[in-house]
């Protein structure tokens, strides 16, 4: 009898090792066949990045982008961290420039992200794999779901473009439902003692308005910015490109005393409570971070309008 359990406890160790031992095997073989680097397609070619980056660099325009998807950002440009919409994203994240390429080597990136225009792109290129966008060059939700694929999150980008889609499609016929299927609504932002008025692919919530939502464009603003994505103008003919609804795009520390003028103040929209004054900083990008705060600004302001 205790020959037969010795050998019962023999032959259970035996088995139990040996599930063990695969277990282990299958782990390994999971493990190895992760990939370490992925290949993406970039604007200029093929190029291997990190499956799984960890200590990613953006020097232009798409920090928002990165910081949606959860991917580990040290270091962002300086719009990019001036914004407060950002703030819960990059408290602990560099300031960097294109200029400043110690300050980017000494963060030890993994990827950097940066435009087409950016400066010093042979020397950056030599810190680690970058991979620059033209802006413009493809939609906005197109642009998000590329840097998806770039970080390897391509699923997680689509879900949220989906998401989103529905969510200002909605919003669109309540706000008409409200203002009237005809109404245009015009966005304007005064930067260095410049006016401008912006078309429907510039951030300042253009994209939400014109594009997600489909609210209209006054004819004059589709003529001069629909193109080039914005125009500069004078005070005096403010009025011609001003729509039933404004939006200011309002720069703080900007001199904005055209405000106090007769011109301005005799706007209709102005004069009827339809100008939607917005912080400038959180209205440049047009990134999921930013697009959502602009969506529910838009929904608070239209919806609460009448």
Same mark, same amino acid.
């Given at each position: ?87 819960? &994203? ?44 033209? &802006? ?104 011609? &490109? ?50 959502? &705060? ?13």
């Amino acid at each position: 009898m205790k020959k037969l359990i010795l050998s019962i406890s023999i032959l259970l160790v035996l088995i139990l090792g040996a599930c063990n031992s695969e277990a282990t095997d299958t782990k390994e073989s999971e493990t190895k066949d992760e990939p370490t680097t992925i290949t993406y397609q970039s604007e200029e070619g093929a190029v291997e990045v990190p499956a799984d980056p960890k200590r990613v660099v953006v020097l232009s325009t798409y920090a928002g982008n990165v910081a949606s998807l959860d991917v580990n950002l040290v270091g962002v440009d300086s719009w990019s961290k001036s914004n407060p919409g950002y703030d819960s &994203y990059l408290a602990d994240v560099e300031e960097v420039s294109e200029e400043n390429l110690e300050k980017i080597i000494e963060l030890d990136p993994d990827l950097i992200i940066g435009a087409s225009t950016t400066q010093n792109l042979e020397k950056i290129k030599e810190i680690a794999p970058t991979v620059t966008f033209t &802006y413009g060059k493809v939609d906005y939700l197109t642009q998000h779901l590329e840097i998806g694929k770039l970080l390897n999150k391509e699923k997680e980008a689509q879900a949220w473009i989906d998401d989103f889609k529905e969510r200002s499609s909605v919003a669109g016929e309540e706000i008409k439902a409200v203002i009237g299927e005809d109404a245009t609504v015009s966005v304007i932002e005064n930067f260095d003692k410049q006016l401008y008025v912006f078309g429907d692919n510039w951030g300042r919530g253009t994209e939400v308005i014109y594009q997600a939502m489909g609210l209209n464009m006054p004819e004059k603003v589709k003529e001069m910015a629909l193109d080039a994505g914005y125009y500069a103008l004078s005070l005096e003919v403010l009025p011609e &490109y001003a729509g039933d609804y404004m939006i200011f795009s309002k720069v703080a520390d900007q001199d904005n005393s055209f405000q106090e003028t007769d011109v301005y103040k005799n706007i209709p929209a102005v004069q009827n409570g339809k100008l939607f004054e917005a912080n400038a900083e959180e209205f440049y990008f047009n990134d999921p971070i930013s697009l959502d &705060y602009q969506l529910e600004f838009f929904k608070e302001s239209f919806l609460n309008s009448k």
